[in-house]
């Protein structure tokens, strides 16, 4: 049974003419829109949706393809081989189309509550937050192919399109079977990058190990093993090492007190914040951000009449703490 959900998006486009009517599809939880459009050369778009979205290059692209471009400025790839882009809601993009006269694409809305209530837990919002831009799945490709399918035909019982929309969020979201704690658990690559990604995102935040485990579809039990297998530490633990991280970038980039950090990062005062680093860092962080810049000042002497600063010279940043972790 399809619900009162109503994806809206703001859009901009030039160059681009709807080619064929819409056709459409609801179901319990999604929306899917299927469109055959018309480019001009040098067309484009911006669009920004409320709601989470699958979009899929359907059919044969040749040589060309859609550029996207991130929140970010960053630049991504659609084409045949990576028709695949999942955009978050509220996360703008625009688009560039690449040689190509004609294209036709599916559009899946989400409506992550319903998702969520209809799966008894297993499906969760905070899975639907990390955009995924120009990638390949055949699985979802495959899956994609048959709602675009129904959306054509419209012929078939809401209860086949809702099977396939149900199939295609397992395979997205990479949900296992859950079980209870395993001495052989583990977690994928991609499982893993998901989790990292959200704990370095929110490290100011208390994470709950339920919170974490929704993330990949596990129970809290099964994850917490997971996840100390695969990285090493607890979640406990790796989140304490991200915040460290991002307060020494922050150590040597500012001049913030340390309480100011120490709240920055997600600690619960100053005595906190230097209790921690201390046990992983060995130092205070007062005296490491004291030899840390005296390490700096002494890399970046020049002695005088052996050397000249060239106009353009620009003293090497700091690594940051993305290059720090090691996962």
Request: proline content about 5%; some cysteine; aromatic content about 8%.
């Amino acid at each position: 049974m399809a619900t009162d959900f109503r994806p809206q998006m703001i859009s901009r486009i030039s160059g681009i003419t709807v080619r064929d009517d819409l056709r459409w599809r609801a179901w319990n939880g999604c929306v899917a829109d299927l469109w055959g459009v018309s480019c001009e050369a040098g067309a484009s778009g911006a669009y920004v949706s409320q709601a989470p979205r699958l979009f899929v290059l359907l059919g044969d692209t040749g040589e060309g393809g859609i550029d996207i471009r991130d929140a970010a400025g960053r630049q991504h790839r659609l084409d045949a081989d990576r028709p695949l882009c999942f955009v978050p809601a509220g996360y703008p993009i625009e688009s560039f189309v690449d040689r190509l006269d004609e294209l036709r694409h599916l559009d899946l809305h989400f409506d992550v509550a319903t998702l969520a209530a209809q799966s008894s837990g297993r499906i969760h919002p905070c899975q639907f937050l990390s955009p995924r831009l120009g990638f390949a799945a055949p699985g979802l490709s495959a899956l994609a192919a048959l709602i675009a399918d129904d959306c054509a035909e419209g012929l078939r019982d809401n209860l086949y399109g809702e099977s396939l929309v149900m199939a295609l969020l397992v395979a997205m979201l990479d949900l296992r079977q859950a079980a209870g704690p395993q001495s052989d658990a583990s977690l994928t690559r991609r499982q893993i990058n998901c989790v990292v990604d959200y704990v370095r995102a929110n490290i100011a935040r208390n994470l709950s190990l339920a919170e974490l485990a929704a993330l990949v579809g596990l129970s809290p039990d099964h994850f917490g093993v997971a996840f100390r297998t695969a990285v090493g530490k607890t979640p406990h633990q790796f989140l304490l090492h991200c915040r460290v991280e991002v307060a020494k970038d922050m150590l040597l980039r500012d001049e913030a007190s340390l309480s100011v950090v120490a709240l920055d990062t997600g600690f619960s005062d100053q005595a906190h914040f230097t209790r921690v680093f201390r046990r992983l860092t060995g130092q205070t962080p007062a005296l490491w951000r004291r030899e840390q810049r005296i390490e700096h000042s002494l890399a970046h002497a020049v002695p005088v009449g052996r050397a000249e600063l060239h106009t353009a010279f620009i003293p090497n940043a700091p690594a940051s703490f993305n290059r720090h972790i090691a996962t």
